[in-house]
């Protein structure tokens, strides 16, 4: 059994959702001019990619015959890349990212967006459409999506280093939401796959930012403000020092990614290992090994031993939602459903640190509250979750956590 081990974490406290909102359609008039624009995202493209330095590419994709074409669609340019890149498209299809699978070893549960509820946006099954917007690969809107397909897999979600492209839902979906991309400049399918490299922060960050419908709505510390970091905010990524790509930890070997959320390691025993060898975790440790403290005085012994209980992130992430981009700490969904002047609305009631307005209510998704520099709560952490799935069978006479 793996050590239990001091971890940081966000608790939501949420409201009780239901798939059938239980309120009525309220009318809500108070005579303003109601926003009726449901977007989640208000800027879909990226104005000013970051730099990645790091790049030891002997290639100008620019001058390839193959990609000086006219491309209509994103599976035209998958089937030009993998004209060269002969295997990536079998390697592709074995991460999670395409797969939305993965059996954990320990627990036995299948896990993957696929299959695990959480309590934000329940299971993407059903609305493939939307959600998949998330899914690196094109056409994913139901159940008849070919898995097997290479033309399917989306090369320049990872890898566009233009900061033009942007992932269009699947199927129209609600009108509300329908509308996230009117007046956007068409992709220009050329100029992104002949711009291609390796991926940097924002091409990560497209989804990872913001999952769960908005920017660093489900996680305190994965937000657009990530794209060009100081130091303060991250001493890692720092766009003036280290630089960090978000692959410099998430190794790649054979587009499979270091790190799971779905098979945590709450205490990383093995440290550095021999140099060049442990490229398969994303630990602290992996590079900072198990005694990252100077042993030559007291005060790094004494740290030292503190590592070997609790997590590095406890001390040296000590609040979140640093960077001016507020998280969602309360989401209300018994709240959704009322209508000004007979249409859906949102409310802005709140200001976040970078200036932006952030929605305090959507009709379609109910009542939000939001937190910025605060302490994250802290538990004890054994690396092992149960999750709850679609195949989850509750017994109506116990009671649940």
């Known amino acids: 059994m793996s050590a239990f081990r001091y971890f ?31 977007n989640f995202r208000l800027k879909p493209v990226v104005e000013k990619p970051s730099n990645r330095t790091d790049s030891n590419s002997t290639a100008d994709h620019s001058k390839f015959a193959q990609l000086n074409q006219p491309f209509t669609n994103g599976s035209e340019v998958t089937k030009a890349c993998l004209e060269c890149h002969t295997e990536a498209g079998h390697q592709f299809m074995q991460n999670i990212h395409w797969t939305w699978e993965y059996k954990n070893p320990k627990t036995g549960q299948l896990l993957g967006k696929k299959h695990v ?10 609305n493939e459409g939307m959600c998949a917007q998330c899914h690196a690969g094109y056409g994913w809107k139901d159940e008849t999506f070919d898995f097997t397909d290479q033309n399917n897999i989306d090369c320049v979600v990872c890898h566009d280093r233009t900061g033009s492209y942007y992932k269009t839902p699947n199927s129209v979906g609600n009108e509300a939401c329908s509308i996230m991309f009117e007046g956007k400049q068409d992709i220009q399918w050329d ?62 070997q054979k587009h499979i990614w270091a790190g799971s959320r779905y098979d945590m390691v709450a205490k990383d025993t093995d440290g550095t290992g021999k140099p060049g060898e442990r490229r398969h975790v994303a630990s602290c440790e992996s590079c900072h090994s198990n005694t990252p403290h100077n042993s030559q005085n007291l005060t790094g012994i004494k740290l030292n031993h503190h590592v070997e209980k609790i997590a590095c992130q406890t001390c040296h992430i000590p609040e979140m939602a640093r960077g001016g981009v507020a998280t969602k700490v309360d989401w209300d969904w018994r709240t959704a459903g009322k209508l000004k002047n007979g249409e859906g609305y949102k409310d802005h009631e709140y200001t976040q640190g970078d200036g932006e307005q952030r929605a305090t209510y959507k009709s379609i998704k109910g009542s939000f509250k939001y937190d910025e520099n605060f302490a994250p ?25």
């Open 191 to 252: 100029k992104v796959a002949q711009s291609v490299a390796l991926p940097a922060r924002e091409n990560c960050g497209g989804c990872h930012f913001f999952g769960g419908g908005g920017d660093g709505v489900k996680h305190g510390d994965l937000d657009s403000s990530l794209i060009h970091p100081n130091k303060q905010l991250d001493v890692h990524m720092d766009e003036q020092g280290l630089n960090f790509a978000c692959t410099q930890c998430h190794v790649t």
């Open 8 to 38: 940081p974490v966000k608790l939501f406290v949420l409201g009780i959702f239901s798939f059938l909102i239980q309120t009525s359609m309220l009318w809500a008039s108070d005579g303003t001019e109601p926003d009726s624009n449901m």
């Open 377 to 401: 709560e802290y538990h004890w952490f054994n690396g092992q979750m149960v999750y709850t799935t679609i195949n989850t069978q509750f017994d109506a006479k116990q009671s649940t956590n």
């Open 117 to 126: 509820v959480n309590n934000f946006c329940t299971n993407a099954r059903g």
